[in-house]
């Protein structure tokens, strides 16, 4: 199988590539965002401790 | 953390490997089926988050444990996520085989309804600002959706519908070829080890939230700031 017969998909790329695509984006933004929530946890209380 | 990452990313190689790579195309569906590899495994995990989220919703609403309302309301944002990629792979793989996106049976509404019953619960958590308060509301609101798991699970025995029957559930004989068997299987097992490190992650910045008085956080935070 060549690697552009496997892009294709026997024709269902669009199907199979975008289920895939954003199963990995959700799933990113899942681990993304409680990192980033937590450095802003973590810079407000510090802004509150200088006061 | 970093353990369960690499075994993660294992499975997750390996069983795409063996999904989009070695099995063979289906007889029937040609390429299309290997949305299969993400779609069951994330419906599988839909529910068994929610069941999760639910036990321990009821750990904490009797036994006070905050760390039990903590997992809780930690797995519903991983859940929903799931939920949502069980609803738009399934239609993605709907509109090449069935001919449509959407069909309002009782396998694909019973699932739209978990996504809202998990959207119910983050929005009831985040309304009620005593957060001890809010896990009990949500404990109690998981615990009355549990009703609707059973119902996702045999909705395509018990009703007429597009979605097709269990192919994997049936143990003494599965109606799924073995080399399309293993990487779903080894795909569910990754999905597994995601969720741990996603609500581990959840949970840990619900704790610092929670505890931002306790004197940990805040010699936590002086070693951070120096």
Known sequence: MSLQEFFAMGGYAFYVWTSYGLTLIVLLVNIIIPVIQRKQFLRQQALKQKR | MPWLAIIFLLLTASGLYG????????????????????HVPSA??????????????????????????????????????FTFIALVTGSLWGKPMWGTWWVWDARLTSELILLFLYLGVIGLYGAIDDKRVASKAVAILAIVGVVNIPIIHYSVEWWNTLHQGPTVSKLDKPSIHVSMLIPLLLMALAFKFYYLIAVIQRARIELLKRERNAQWVKSMLLEVGQ
């Open chain 2, 19 to 38: 999904g989009l790579y070695l099995a063979p195309p289906d007889y029937q569906q040609g390429d299309s089926y290997r949305i299969i590899y993400i």
């Open chain 2, 44 to 81: 599988w995990m839909s529910l068994f988050i929610y069941v999760v989220m639910a036990m321990t919703g009821a750990i904490g609403l009797i036994w006070r444990i905050k760390l039990a309302e903590i997992m809780s309301i930690s797995s519903a944002s991983v859940g929903a996520s």
